[in-house]
């Protein structure tokens, strides 16, 4: 049983459900006193703006009411006066404020644990002394296993006409709320959702739906790897975007195809493989060669291009983006879900300053980061991708310093340095700090914070590696 969410808890509330229900089903006994725990630990992780003691209550899965009166029972059975506790003093402590020490007591035996794990109190105890904390399953690896495994099975299923829908809207709504949501919570969802489509393809299903199924699991399969770069994993990304591309063949759906092609892309760009980052993109234009799709990977490949020295190459690729996006007409994925896959003008602009900073030309990248960040000025909110308005602001930065004029760069650096901890991608850091050596200051200082704590640090911690895997760089495509 769960209380109805208030206004902005609706979210943090949506993602605690699903990571206790997900954690639940995975187990094969009843949860113990750890299980819950870990379940309260993830949940924090994902929406830290939550306190610790509510996120336990949470992890059981209690309403407020049901909480106060598991700690009567409590009381009772462990024979101790029962103390007039009400739903106000319980919301105030899940807000903020700190019980007394009679009630810290009594708290501490409903969940089992100290203070320190409720939020009621400070652990001083060096790093290097205190043991490993319960930590959350790797969520990433494990769905990137999960995604790269079932690709490979094409098989017979079942599912209702509603149901179907219901997904697809589903897909399409996450695919928007990447644009200006965190992208830890929302991997959670995303997820969820694979698993549903995941278990609808093992049912028997009319051979119509199968290929819908394959896609939305395929377009489930790239957010998930969007968002695995964003939170610095590179490996996962990159198997996540094998699957989707898988998906994308099975369900015979060139645009996903295509788009996967690209992710793959931007990983290897990121990974410094540019040749594979070129040749990914053009495997990609055989499927997809015209509209927003072609355009993305025509850029794909300049930016490729250009890290490769190859000047005319690269600038021949920028030209063809601009016919691909002149002469396609709009397709399934990149026109109808759009969201995170599609490529806007701004996003094309924005790319457009990349190749250009990369092959030595700063005053085109001024204009075109420039160009980019206007035309994302003028977006509505379902359009503006927070991410990569970041990224252009970053590389006009860059540009700037490249001409020498720190003044411009500081300008540019400014607005972005107030972006929150957990919208701070992977790759916006890894390109502020290539500007740290050239710029003095105050904002020397703030950079350094700024690029110390971001959300690769809060999904390092929320979603750790397996064990044997280093930690990678990469970023936003």
Known sequence: MTSPPRGGDRSAMQVATTIRERTLA?????PTTAVFHQIAEEIHLCCPQ????K???LAHGWTVEEAIERFHAMCDREQIKRRGLTERS???WEAGARPDREYTDLLCRLYETGPVQLGFARDYTPEELRRPRVTAPDLITTAAQEASEHAERVETSEIGDSALERLRTQVIWLARRYVWEAPLPLFVEMRALQEQARRALERRIHPSQAGELYFLAGALSGLMANASMDMGRRVPADTLARAAWTYGRVAGHPSLMGWARGMQASVALWDKRYEDAAGYAGDGLTHLSRGQGGARLHMLRARAGAMLGWTREAEDEMLRAADARESGAGDELHDGFAGEF?????????YSAVAHLHLGQPAL??????????LYGEEDRQNRSYGC????????AVAHLMEDDPEGAEQALTPLLELPPERRIDSLAETLQSTRPLLRGPLVDRLEGFCA??????????LPEAAGHAPHQEGRP
């Open 26 to 30: 995975g187990l094969g006994e009843p």
């Open 55 to 57: 996120c336990l209550r």
């Open 453 to 462: 704590v971001g959300l690769p640090e809060s999904a390092a911690r929320a």
């Open 90 to 92: 319980w919301r105030e």
């Open 389 to 396: 308005e970041a990224m252009a602001g970053a590389h006009l």
């Open 50 to 53: 939550l306190s610790r003691f």
């Open 342 to 350: 599609a490529f806007r003008p701004a996003k094309h602009a924005y």
């Open 365 to 374: 990248a001024i204009e075109r980061a420039r160009t980019a960040l206007d």
